[in-house]
């Protein structure tokens, strides 16, 4: 394992994310100033997601053909610039045109790094991806609480003071890229080979598993219950409860603060018990979490609140090896669908879900969200386990399937 580039690479995941995790957080700036209803502040979070997500495995395809690191920079900048512009943007189109832009930038750096991480990873993939993926919790975690400083002292404009880290950030993975691409050369270029060798035995490129498509499902899920949390949370104890703001936008924090951590410790429980274990045993606590949750109150509200972070972002790295698992041959493309385009489907949910605020209040939404991990939980028990790495022996290609991970 290549521990610095695997720190390097969640700190770029961090700031990265910091800006997606902070689009929450100026959903009620945006909501004041353009006097808007939620399902247009729903729209809001669709382009972010349709942006940063959505499009990620065409970069990831790309990726896997063409070595782009100078993704890795320029994904951060313009992440970092699209989520400062919001802030000083006229009115409501061009607020979504920041919003895309910055989510573009997203989209660039996360299947690129991703792939970094993979060859970074040695024998520990679980281990690493978990690595690499806490930067990126934990960047979205802290982002409203960034944001909060920054609007806190400058108000919705405060929004610019967002390009500094960004822009710091990109200069500095600018500059390491050359010992970046050395430090990984040799599994990359055995990646690579293996890649070749499989196409000239006749084993095909594109080597994967239908369970890729029930394990997008279950990120789509994932995402549903993530995005439906981060975006209605607040306004549940803001609008419905009657409670205090700070109290409200302390809880998202602590929700996604705690998903960061959760994420660090599910790669090396799925290493030891297995992905799919891993992934169902998350789904399935999350069902008394967050029934507990909308009936309690005060502290005891806070700390289950973190336990739901916690036990739903777990997963967050698992399913992206589990992915790359099903796709040993493209695990840029990989990378994309699941970093990308199921969170992103998964995000398509937020603006119906402000549809069911407007018609049927916020206790509705709550409610839907705790059910849906009833939904989560039966998809990933029907799971297959995915086909191994292929094995070249000379001209043939063996690809063992189904090999039972349980």
Known sequence: MKLWVLLLLSFGHFITDIHQGAVPLLLPYIKETFDLSYFALGAVMLVANLSSSIIQP????YSD???????LPAGVLLAAAGVALVGVMPSYPLVLLAVFMSGIGIAAFHPEASKMAHFAAGNKKGSAMSIFSVGGNLGFGTGPLIGAVYLGMWGFGGSVAFIG???VMAIVLYSLLPKIMA???ATRDQWQEQRIQTSKAGGGRLIWSWGLLLLMAVVIVRSFIHFGMTSFLQFYYIDYLNGDPLFASRLVAVFLICGAFGTLLGGPIADKVGVKKQICGSMGLMIPILYLFLNSSGFVSVILVGLA???LISTFATTVVMGQQYMPNNIGLASGLMLGFAIGAGGIGVPILGVVADHF???TVMTVISLLPILGVSLA???PAPPEVSKIEGKKVVVPVQKAEV
């Open 65 to 71: 053909r063409v070595n782009i690191p100078w993704l």
């Open 165 to 167: 880290p960004g822009l």
């Open 309 to 311: 972070g916690a036990t």
């Open 381 to 383: 028990l029907f799971l």
């Open 361 to 363: 209040g916020l206790a």
């Open 58 to 61: 065409l970069f990831g395809l």
């Open 183 to 185: 430090t990984t050369s």
